[in-house]
């Protein structure tokens, strides 16, 4: 197939899932059309059909980061879109988010909740929703966002596609809006794993090996406690340990509490000061402009474009004294070399992406704490430095499960040859 019927096929699907939420700005089909037509076809991704997530500067596009008032026109590509367009890829337009990146459900934005692609109570996973689920109905062949506390790989496991967390760096994140510039990492969505990692060889900053056709013998370490797993939804425990199965490989129990626990400093802690760095002036300053109070904050009838919940986690940030983030980072060290020696001379770490899979209903019943939940096992990938890749193993009453695997830094290669031995149905 061309690249201009790659196009035609991909605004076809746009017409006929009606998923209007997916998108920030949606560019005209002739003009696709029309760059497509132009594209070498002896390209890398020749045609390849890209979902940008909406804090990655496009050349011409808004760069809004999920909140129109903050938005601006973009002169140039960000590297990591400029890497793709330059290997054959053309952008549709920017995707819905979490606004400022700030969220793993998906439903945090003025543009509207981005419905799961395959069950539309459910939530799709943030922040990096319209990209994943962009990829997820057929629409993109690859897309970009940006994973701090799992905003790639918690979507990619709630649609059942490959969400590709690269080593902190291995990737620019110029030309990104940041929500943590720190920890902030740009992620890769994909249907297949080498698509992906194809991709990942493009946008990195040093050479990545092809995968091994033949990989292992791996170590793979797993919770040496079931408890550490903590509650989950019926069926996801055989699911999960149907995927460490399907390894076939020694197991190597190992105590996760470590990774639990630097976790729990992302947004417990002060490092949360961060977001307030990146984006927390606009914030206050716009409610001040506007006179409102935070909890009043609501899209409807030209008000204000802040979400609520975005709005209070950012201001709130600006409270934590500074002797904390110092007594945090110290802890952090303690933890991270306490994973460190217990992941010890395991290739990876096996779990799940996420503990549970909450609708939408859920979420806008309790915003907040449903949130914090979902980023139990990602949450410290990027404070520890790892790198990772979440990959779906098939289904659990009817939606996608996924598990993740961590490995050290600058393990990318070894983590894309240890996932193709995962089979994206359960056994």
């Not at 011409?60 to 999920?66: D, E, I, N, Q």
């Not at 760096?169 to 297949?192: K, M, N, Y």
């Not at 704490?369 to 009453?397: C, E, K, W, Y």
């Not at 993740?404 to 990318?412: A, F, Q």
């Amino acid at each position: 197939m061309d690249a201009v019927e790659r196009v035609r096929r991909a605004f076809a699907r746009i017409a006929e899932v009606e998923r209007p939420e997916v998108w920030i700005e949606l560019r005209a089909q002739d003009e696709v059309e029309a760059e497509a037509a132009a594209i070498d076809p002896g390209l890398p991704l020749a045609g390849a059909v890209l979902a940008v997530k909406g804090n990655f500067d496009v050349a011409g596009l808004r760069t809004t980061a999920g909140c129109p008032s903050y938005g601006r026109v973009a002169g140039a590509d960000a590297p990591a879109v400029a890497r793709l367009k330059g290997a054959g890829a053309v952008v549709l337009g920017t995707t819905n988010m979490d606004q400022f990146a700030t969220g793993l459900v998906g439903t945090r934005s003025p543009h509207g909740a981005v419905r799961n692609a395959v069950d539309p109570a459910y939530v799709s996973g943030g922040s990096s929703s319209g990209s994943a689920v962009a990829v997820a109905l057929g629409i993109a062949d690859l897309a970009v966002g940006t994973d701090t506390a799992g905003s790639g790989r918690i979507p990619a496991a709630f649609n059942g596609i490959v969400g590709l967390k690269p080593t902190h760096g291995l990737v620019p994140a110029d030309g990104v809006v940041p929500a943590c510039r720190s920890l902030d990492c740009v992620s890769v969505f994909a249907r297949t794993l080498d698509e992906a990692h194809r991709a990942l060889g493009i946008l990195a900053a040093r050479p990545i090996a092809p995968r091994p056709r033949r990989p292992g013998p791996w170590r793979v370490a797993v919770p040496a406690a079931t408890r550490d797993l903590g509650a989950m939804p019926p069926g996801w425990g055989d699911a999960y340990a149907s995927a460490a199965r399907s390894l076939r490989t020694d197991l190597l129990p190992i105590d996760v509490s470590p990774f639990l626990e630097a976790g729990d400093l992302l947004y417990g802690g002060a490092f949360i000061a961060e977001r307030y760095t990146a984006v927390g002036a606009f914030i206050t300053e716009r409610l001040a402009a506007l006179g409102a109070r935070i909890a009043e904050q609501s899209t409807a009838d030209g008000a204000p474009d802040l979400d609520p919940t975005v709005a209070s986690i950012v201001a709130a940030a600006s409270d934590i004294p500074a002797y904390r983030l110092f007594s945090d980072r110290e802890r952090l060290a303690e933890l991270r070399a306490a994973a460190m020696h217990a992941l010890g001379e395991a290739d990876v770490l096996l779990l799940p992406t996420a503990p549970f899979h909450p609708t939408i209903a859920e979420v806008k019943a309790d915003p907040v704490g449903v949130n914090a939940r979902l980023g139990r096992f990602t949450n410290s990938t990027n404070l520890l430095g790892m790198a990772s890749i979440a990959v779906p193993h098939g289904q659990v009453d009817g939606r996608p499960f996924g598990v993740m695997l961590l490995g050290h830094p600058g393990s990318d290669d070894h983590l894309a040859a240890i996932a193709s031995a995962l089979p994206p149905t359960a056994a």
